[in-house]
């Protein structure tokens, strides 16, 4: 088929890197059990959401945001702990977190070093900011950091960013904290400690910032169930975060947004009861998964989803099988070496996760 003239344009003007990227996709999940996305499976009960709604009755959409959201950030300085000599940075997610990171620190002569597998924007977001990245495998067996490879690869291409994922996505668990924090002794550009799912985890780094100035820490929310309003935010010395504040674009958390995520932190209680429950249940999920013969091994987790291998050669089948029940997870086979035969499931409600036990069983005995 001949070229169109769009087509020529994007030849001749887009960036070589960008042009061999894949965009990330995400798979339509209309009609199904949705556990393959991290999310929290429970809304808010009625009255909650009544309330909500009236949070936002005279919200003015007609004017811009706050375009420091002042607000937020006071509530959520109270919230999640963050240290008086810290400051911290908002985003829409996540993603355009390190979207940030990568524009101020970006370059073609600059490197982003982070194990794998791992979170798959770390990569994307490196390429098509102009920087180089490096990727340092897990141990195979139970995917924690390989420190020799590290102290090599950080002392050969003096990363200016090191991901950190704590706990580690997409395989559950958190790495050993003093080997995190030789990490940061040796780091010559800045860590980013990415805490997306420390409410599940029980452990964070945030209390090291004020005395660690090459530490960046980022949340997000979505995970406690507040995926739909995408907020993230870094947590930083302020030199960082002034720097930082430089490139991000005014008014990125709308008005709806930030009204909503205060609203949600003043019933912050109802959050924790919901977290503390998907805890309970990845412990039950897990050991179910162990007793499964399509399962070969489930690793523990430490975050709200559990990684576990197939029998050789039939994670693809058990995945389409699944979505034929109606049930949606995450194949992990062929993303990455360390997860062949791999799938991932989002720990859902009580019954949400007896649906897909029920459904691998009968995979498995097929």
């Avoid at 887009?14 to 429970?42: C, F, S, T, W």
């Avoid at 030199?239 to 003043?266: D, G, H, M, V």
Wanted: glycine letters at 6%.
């Amino acid at each position: 088929m001949p070229s169109t003239e769009a087509d020529a344009l994007i030849r001749a003007l887009v960036r070589p890197a960008v042009q061999e990227m894949r965009a990330y996709h995400v798979p339509p999940a209309r009609g199904l059990i949705k556990l393959d996305a991290m999310e929290n499976p429970y809304s808010w009960p009625q009255a909650v959401r009544e309330q909500w709604l009236g949070a936002l009755r005279d919200a003015e959409i007609n004017r811009y945001p706050d375009p420091q959201a002042a607000d937020l950030k006071a509530a959520l300085r109270r919230s999640q702990a963050i240290p008086d000599a810290a400051d911290l940075l908002l985003g829409n997610g996540s993603d355009e977190l390190i979207q940030l990171l990568g524009m101020a620190l970006g370059g073609e002569s600059r490197t982003v070093l982070s194990p794998g597998p791992g979170f798959a924007m770390y990569r994307l977001i490196a390429g098509f900011t102009g920087m180089e990245f490096v990727e340092v495998p897990l141990r195979g067996e139970d995917f924690a950091l390989d420190m020799p490879a590290m102290r090599r690869a950080i002392a050969e291409c003096r990363p200016a960013i090191i991901y950190l994922a704590y706990p580690n996505n997409p395989t559950g668990n958190a790495f050993d904290a003093e080997q995190v924090r030789e990490i940061l002794d040796l780091a010559p550009g800045v860590v980013v400690l990415d805490e997306a799912y420390h409410a599940f985890c029980g452990e964070s780094f945030i209390d090291l910032v004020p005395d660690r100035p090459q530490l960046l820490v980022m949340r997000t929310l979505s995970k406690m169930g507040l995926a739909g309003l995408r907020l993230g935010f870094l947590v930083a010395q302020p030199a960082w975060i002034r720097e930082l504040e430089k490139c991000r674009l005014p008014y990125n958390i709308n008005t709806l947004t930030q009204r909503s995520t205060l609203f949600a932190l003043e019933h912050e209680t109802l959050l924790e009861e919901q977290t503390a429950r998907i805890r309970a249940d990845r412990e039950l999920l897990l050991e179910q998964l162990q007793r499964l013969p399509a399962v070969v091994k489930a690793w523990p987790s430490r975050a709200n989803f559990i990684t576990f291998r197939s029998r050789s050669g039939s994670a693809a089948t058990i995945h389409a099988r699944l979505r034929e029940s109606g049930i949606l997870i995450k194949c992990l086979d062929g993303s990455h070496p360390l997860l062949h035969d791999c799938l991932r499931v989002t720990v859902g409600s009580t019954g949400e996760n007896r649906a897909f036990v029920d459904a691998l069983a009968a995979v498995g005995e097929g």
